[in-house]
């Protein structure tokens, strides 16, 4: 059995959305004061390297990340390559079968310097919430910081996957993965209040 992690590493300097929180850790309280341990502080927005986002990021009314059904961020994913695209539609995973896929993580490679925000990325049109939907998935996982464009305001393919009660977790890193079925483990922190949460994310080979 072999475990991969698919995480981005959560360090000073991490990129993040223009404008947004940047990540810093700093030991607070350091064992020389404390006398006994180090003890650190972190800062951070959700929507840092690798995490999901709960339907409150974008909806107000939506529900928050306690909400959730943990159990959809746990169990057996498949790995498909779409490298080379602008954007993924029902058209792009036609012939694919995905009979008995619930999770399924997309590898667009298309954020190549993991040291910067992309300016440009892969996105999913607005016509594969409902492809994905009907063939029963209920979690999409991305490599990129978005499902939508950088620039949408209108986030459409974040809202018509929450429409067909699709997770989304995104910030993945799955160059060095194989295509394939794996099972994926990508808990959430049970942060009641939050429109999202950071994970750590792996993937264990099957048998
Ligand atoms: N929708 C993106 C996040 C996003 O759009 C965003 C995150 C932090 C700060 C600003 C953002 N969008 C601004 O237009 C996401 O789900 O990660
Ligand atoms: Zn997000
Ligand atoms: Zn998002």
Not at 65 to 82: K, S
Not at 160 to 174: M, N, P, R, S, Y
């Amino acid at each position: 059995m072999q475990v991969f992690d698919i995480s981005r590493p959560l360090l000073t300097g991490v990129p993040t959305w223009p404008g947004d929180t940047p990540f810093t850790y700093v030991v607070n309280w350091p064992k020389a004061e404390s006398g006994s341990v180090n003890v650190g502080k972190l800062a951070m927005s959700i929507h840092t390297g690798t995490h999901v986002d709960a339907p409150f990021h974008f909806d107000d009314d939506g529900r928050k990340m306690m909400d959730l059904d943990v159990e959809l961020y746990i169990g057996v994913a498949r790995v498909i390559d779409v490298s080379g695209k602008s954007s993924i539609g029902a058209e792009d995973l036609l012939q694919l079968d995905l009979t008995g896929v619930t999770r399924l993580l997309l590898r667009t490679g298309s954020w190549t310097d993991p040291t910067r925000f992309p300016e440009e990325i892969c996105h999913l049109r607005a016509d594969l919430p409902s492809f994905l939907a009907e063939k029963g998935i209920r979690l999409i996982g991305v490599d990129v910081p978005s499902v939508d464009p950088l620039d949408s305001k209108e986030l459409h393919a974040h809202h018509g996957l929450h429409q067909h009660d699709i997770h989304i977790l995104e910030g993945l890193l799955l160059d060095h993965v194989e295509p394939g079925d794996y099972e994926l483990i990508a808990l959430p922190l049970p942060l009641v209040e939050a429109d999202g949460s950071p994970v750590r994310a792996v993937l264990r080979t099957i048998k």
